[in-house]
């Protein structure tokens, strides 16, 4: 009469209990064949006799896992038994790379360290490749390979950029005067080679409208930003000065006035269009030069140099009473813009 011999599989791998065979050798014969199932349990029915060896392994291959005794195969006899042995791995393991981020751009000092996942049941060595703060497109890959030999790879490309935008002001020329009211329309770019402008921001947008609405030292600023966080600031300064006409009648250019008259200088500041503007402001200073050499320097204040706000004209009496003969050069400087109008014309005799 046959007994039923139930062997218990504890496996001891990551092998599959379907593909676990035991065997049931009697001296050099086997007599017995069985498969774990899905618990990892395999019955047999075996002859009186023994003693017998079990072995167990995958469909090729088995090695001797145990053996009972003839005196022990009595009724039903449950025998675990530890099973351990190579199985075939042809899976590849995982590898997700968390860091640095595909497609992402960074400074040098910003890219994330190398960071990643592998998933792989069976012992696995590592290989890291192309991390990288250089510039430019850099590949980081990481290569795992198992026990088994197979191979799982990934790669990440990222962009590594310490160069800030390059910002181009053309318009409004550095150092420029520009005239009061004057219609200028500002022209800057802003580009960046290696991961592109995140934002760029202009004291105004380019072809807008720059400020010439006052007189005055004005500041134009362009602020870029590239995608790795690289800043760069551009600035220029340019004048906004008055319009100036000319002195008014009585002056008439290269007029010859007798020493000792007194000549009126009258002036009026406008804007880029030719009108009259307020300029109780504009400071003037007058000098007067004959042969290369200054003769005379008024400052505002002084009583022979006033400003009629009624009129927004400037005048100053000029009295010639003990000069020489000859060409005087008349010079009005504003000290609010620093522009100088002249030289005006004037012989004396
Ligand atoms: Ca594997
Ligand atoms: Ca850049």
Same mark, same amino acid.
């Given at each position: 009469?046959?007994?039923?011999?139930?062997?218990?599989?504890?496996?001891?791998?990551?092998?599959?209990?379907?593909?676990?065979?035991?065997?049931?050798?009697?001296?050099?014969?086997?007599?017995?064949?069985?498969?774990?199932?899905?618990?990892?349990?395999?019955?047999?029915?075996?002859?009186?006799?023994?003693?017998?060896?079990?072995?167990?392994?995958?469909?090729?291959?088995?090695?001797?896992?145990?053996?009972?005794?003839?005196?022990?195969?009595?009724?039903?006899?449950?025998?675990?038994?530890?099973?351990?042995?190579?199985?075939? %791995?042809?899976?590849? @393991? /995982? =590898?997700? &790379? !968390?860091? +640095?981020?595909? #497609? *992402?751009? $960074?400074?040098?000092?910003?890219?994330?360290?190398?960071?990643?996942?592998?998933?792989?049941?069976?012992?696995?060595?590592?290989?890291?490749?192309?991390?990288?703060?250089?510039?430019?497109?850099?590949?980081?890959?990481?290569?795992?390979?198992?026990?088994?030999?197979?191979?799982?790879?990934?790669?990440?490309?990222?962009?590594? %950029?310490?160069?800030? @935008? /390059? =910002?181009? &002001? !053309?318009? +409004?020329?550095? #150092? *420029?005067? $520009?005239?009061?009211?004057?219609?200028?329309?500002?022209?800057?770019?802003?580009?960046?080679?290696?991961?592109?402008?995140?934002?760029?921001?202009?004291?105004?947008?380019?072809?807008?409208?720059?400020?010439?609405?006052?007189?005055?030292?004005?500041?134009?600023?362009?602020?870029?930003?590239?995608?790795?966080?690289?800043?760069?600031?551009?600035?220029?300064?340019?004048?906004? &000065?008055?319009?100036?006409?000319?002195?008014?009648?009585?002056?008439?250019?290269?007029?010859?006035?007798?020493?000792?008259?007194?000549?009126?200088?009258?002036?009026?500041?406008?804007?880029?269009?030719?009108?009259?503007?307020?300029?109780?402001?504009?400071?003037?200073?007058?000098?007067?030069?004959?042969?290369?050499?200054?003769?005379?320097?008024?400052?505002?204040?002084?009583?022979?140099?006033?400003?009629?706000?009624?009129?927004?004209?400037?005048?100053?009496?000029?009295?010639?009473?003990?000069?020489?003969?000859?060409?005087?050069?008349?010079?009005?400087?504003?000290?609010?813009?620093?522009?100088?109008?002249?030289?005006?014309?004037?012989?004396?005799?």
């Amino acid at each position: 009469m046959n007994f039923q011999f139930q062997v218990k599989v504890v496996k001891t791998d990551f092998s599959g209990w379907a593909d676990i065979m035991v065997e049931v050798w009697d001296g050099s014969s086997k007599i017995a064949t069985g498969k774990t199932d899905s618990n990892g349990d395999v019955y047999l029915d075996l002859p009186p006799g023994g003693p017998y060896e079990f072995r167990a392994g995958d469909a090729s291959t088995t090695a001797l896992v145990g053996s009972v005794p003839s005196a022990a195969l009595v009724g039903v006899i449950l025998m675990p038994l530890t099973v351990e042995y190579p199985v075939l %791995d042809t899976t590849a @393991p /995982v =590898v997700t &790379i !968390t860091a +640095p981020a595909n #497609g *992402a751009y $960074y400074k040098p000092t910003a890219v994330p360290v190398g960071a990643f996942t592998v998933v792989e049941l069976n012992p696995y060595t590592v290989v890291e490749a192309g991390w990288s703060t250089d510039e430019g497109v850099q590949t980081y890959a990481v290569t795992a390979t198992d026990s088994a030999g197979n191979v799982g790879s990934a790669s990440r490309s990222y962009t590594v %950029d310490n160069t800030p @935008p /390059v =910002v181009t &002001i !053309t318009v +409004p020329v550095q #150092g *420029a005067e $520009y005239t009061l009211g004057q219609t200028v329309l500002a022209y800057w770019t802003a580009t960046d080679a290696l991961s592109g402008i995140a934002s760029a921001e202009g004291t105004v947008p380019s072809e807008s409208l720059i400020d010439t609405a006052t007189v005055g030292t004005k500041t134009f600023t362009v602020t870029a930003t590239d995608n790795a966080g690289n800043t760069v600031t551009e600035t220029v300064t340019y004048e906004v &000065i008055y319009g100036f006409s000319g002195l008014l009648p009585p002056y008439l250019n290269r007029q010859t006035v007798k020493i000792g008259s007194a000549l009126p200088l009258k002036w009026q500041y406008t804007d880029s269009g030719g009108n009259v503007v307020n300029s109780p402001s504009a400071n003037p200073t007058i000098s007067i030069t004959f042969g290369g050499s200054q003769i005379l320097v008024k400052y505002p204040g002084n009583s022979d140099l006033r400003y009629n706000s009624d009129s927004n004209m400037w005048n100053f009496n000029w009295k010639t009473t003990g000069l020489q003969p000859g060409i005087y050069w008349i010079w009005i400087t504003s000290a609010q813009t620093g522009q100088v109008n002249g030289p005006f014309l004037i012989q004396l005799r």
